[in-house]
């Protein structure tokens, strides 16, 4: 018995370090020009538009966590509406073919889908969103939860250095038009992140909330890069909130004792988020 566990422990590592192996070099993502993605995507991206909306509006993009589509992703959707701005969920997962074991056992465990590669989502959505007469392609927000936190840094860092993710070949001219400002929730900032923190471009404003409680993506790691952002010149809005955990906004998360759900600190943070999503349209109005 002890051996078969130890067998099976060696196995998972070597996965874990092939596909870690892979994905740093580049040589297991896949590349695809930016039709190729906006393609990829195009059944797996829900556009909402606010009741009554009489003109373009400005539009959230939203980006779930590694375990893909959940609750909270509407429930935040329905406070933006009410707000009077679009709505764009992104099903990362999905356009993938991954369903909910292949994101829990494969995205959740680093064994596919980095946020540096799943970062050419958001050109790919930017582009999508440029063709729509409904929504205001310059007054574009991007919001992620944990793994989707990720994908927004990764690919902010990428725009500081003046592209998109690598993922994208030819690269797009301008991966971020539009984007006025940038939300995560208790995004994961350790091994595999690639962002340090130094590169962010400082033309859009990124705000954090972190939890004091989280073991999935520890605050502290956040914690270092937001603090060599500030030693760059570039300082980012985080708060870490005290007593909740990971995904504590998650009204229907998984059967996992690291995730308690707190509604108060949800709605909360539905309201924070409706405070920076006025900031930075109306700074554009």
Do not use: K
């Given at each position: 018995m002890i051996r078969r566990a130890g067998l099976g422990l060696a196995i998972v590592l070597t996965g874990l370090a092939v596909s870690a192996s892979g994905n740093l070099t580049g040589w297991t993502v896949p590349t695809r020009s930016l039709d190729e993605q906006t393609a990829l995507l195009r059944d797996h991206v829900e556009i909402r538009l606010p009741t009554g909306a009489g003109g373009p509006v400005p539009a959230v993009i939203m980006l779930h966590g590694c375990g893909g589509l959940r609750q909270v992703q509407q429930a935040y959707a329905d406070d933006v509406l009410e707000a009077g701005y679009a709505v764009v969920i992104v099903d990362s997962n999905g356009a993938r073919g991954i369903g909910r074991l292949g994101s829990m056992m494969q995205v959740c465990l680093a064994?596919?889908?980095?946020?540096?590669?799943?970062?050419?989502?958001?050109?790919?959505?930017?582009?999508?969103?440029?063709?729509?007469?409904?929504?205001?392609?310059?007054?574009?927000?991007?919001?992620?939860?944990?793994?989707?936190?990720?994908?927004?840094?990764?690919?902010?860092?990428?725009?500081?250095?003046?592209?998109?993710?690598?993922?994208?070949?030819?690269?797009?001219?301008?991966?971020?038009?539009?984007?006025?400002?940038?939300?995560?929730?208790?995004?994961?900032?350790?091994?595999?992140?690639?962002?340090?923190?130094?590169?962010?471009?400082?033309?859009?404003?990124?705000?954090?909330?972190?939890?004091?409680?989280?073991?999935?993506?520890?605050?502290?790691?956040?914690?270092?890069?937001?603090?060599?952002?500030?030693?760059?010149?570039?300082?980012?809005d985080y708060t870490i909130w005290p007593g909740l955990t990971h995904a504590f906004d998650e009204p229907d998360g998984p059967p996992d004792p690291r995730i308690e759900y707190n509604a108060g600190a949800a709605q909360r943070a539905r309201a924070r988020i409706l405070v920076w999503l006025d900031g930075a349209f109306s700074d554009q109005g």
């Open positions: 064994l596919r889908l980095w946020g540096q590669e799943r970062a050419a989502d958001i050109p790919a959505v930017i582009d999508r969103l440029s063709a729509e007469p409904a929504i205001d392609g310059e007054q574009l927000a991007l919001i992620g939860w944990s793994h989707g936190g990720w994908t927004v840094l990764e690919a902010l860092d990428f725009a500081g250095e003046g592209r998109a993710s690598p993922a994208l070949q030819p690269q797009p001219d301008t991966p971020l038009h539009g984007v006025r400002v940038a939300i995560t929730m208790y995004p994961y900032c350790g091994f595999p992140v690639r962002a340090d923190g130094r590169g962010f471009p400082p033309s859009v404003p990124i705000h954090a909330i972190l939890a004091e409680r989280d073991v999935i993506a520890p605050a502290d790691a956040c914690e270092r890069l937001f603090r060599r952002a500030d030693a760059a010149g570039m300082p980012i």
